[in-house]
DNA sequence: CCCTGATTCGC
DNA sequence: GCGAATCAGG
């Protein structure tokens, strides 16, 4: 494979989106980031211009801010969605390290409350071994992703989205109050 | 250890 | 021109 001007457009577009070398990469396929990079060079396009993610506006308040384990990925963002929600929830260790009371609420947390500002957004194309594959949307609408985040370790899902997908039965968590009441 | 982009240099 | 190896950093 070669950088066709094809492919080459499809890169300056996805650096100019803000997307890493290795998205990028695992979009085109067939090169690693490291071409992705050198391309980048060679055609002179290294100084990217800011992801465009406007801050809010500085209004009264702090804008309300989730913390992200990368850079925000461009905020191609159509899925109509009202605001982030008025308490953000934490995801990954922060998730695990939660409390029974708090485990129960992330439980019966809905994916509309905890998608806004925390996927890395990856189409069918990019998923690899270590890539959350929680789908959401609307397969088959245009808009259509998935998590994307880095999954466990022989888990499809990232920490967040392993929890809510392998939820222990009602027996088993009884069973669990159970011994935790002692 | 996961990741990022930058640079070098043999091909 | 290309990109693996390497570097420097988060």
Redesign the pocket.
């Known amino acids: ?3 066709t001007d094809e492919r ?1 457009e499809r890169l300056k577009t996805l ?1 100019s989106e803000g ?6 990469a695992a979009e085109l396929g ?14 002179g396009l ?3 211009s800011k992801p465009q993610v406007q801050p809010a506006r500085p209004t009264v308040a702090a804008p309300p801010r989730v913390k992200t384990a ?2 925000p990925v461009a905020q191609t963002q159509s899925t109509s969605r009202p605001a982030a929600p008025a308490r953000p929830i934490t995801i990954g260790a922060t998730a695990l390290k939660a409390d029974a009371q708090a485990e129960e609420a992330l439980a019966v947390a809905t994916v509309a409350e905890i998608e806004p500002p925390v996927f890395e957004k990856v189409t069918i194309l990019s998923l ?1 071994e ?1 890539t959350c594959k929680w789908p959401v949307g609307d397969p088959g609408k245009p808009d259509f992703f998935f998590c994307g985040r ?1 999954s466990e370790v022989g888990i499809p899902y990232c920490a967040f989205h392993a929890r809510i997908a392998y939820q222990p039965s009602a027996e088993r968590r009884r069973e669990r109050d159970r011994k935790a009441a002692g």
Do not use: Y
């Open positions: 494979m070669s950088w080459v650096w997307l890493s070398a290795s998205q990028i067939a090169v690693t980031r490291n071409a992705v990079i050198g391309k980048v060079h060679r055609l290294s100084g990217r990368s850079r690899t270590s880095k």
